[in-house]
Nanobody, 128 residues
């Protein structure tokens, strides 16, 4: 059974950091583009970042550019999202998603409609 499991969320003060992980089971991520999305209370889910299967290309939403970094370790079948300089407005449930696509990623890959498989989400709360 294909499954994605996020972890690493939690409560952090403004300015703090977290590293989210997205681990795959039941399939290997080598040929998959991975996206990170988030949904804040009362808001629609939005794309945060994505990374190509080879790690050669990445893309970030303007709201997180320069603060978040996406990476992957295909040997560990895991994708990461490093969250730095966190702000209260980053509070949301963070989801990872996968689609079998090995091309270059652009801002189009921040659209959730592209993705086939989703994790259950991990809560990130930024508050003092």
């Amino acid at each position: 059974q294909l499954q994605l499991v996020e972890s690493g969320g939690g409560l952090v003060q403004p300015g703090g950091s977290l590293r989210l992980s997205c681990a795959a089971s039941g399939f290997t991520l080598d040929d998959y583009t991975i996206g990170w999305f988030r949904q804040a209370p009362g808001k629609e889910r939005e794309g945060v970042s994505c990374i190509s299967s080879s790690s050669e290309s990445t893309h970030y939403a303007d709201s997180v550019k320069g603060r978040f970094t996406i990476s992957r370790d295909n040997a560990k079948n895991t994708v990461y999202l490093q969250l730095n300089s966190l702000k209260p407005e980053d509070t949301a449930v963070y989801y990872c998603a996968a689609v079998e696509f090995d091309g270059v990623v652009t801002e189009l890959m921040l659209l959730e409609a592209w993705y086939e498989y989703w994790g259950q989400g991990t809560q990130v709360t930024v508050s003092s």
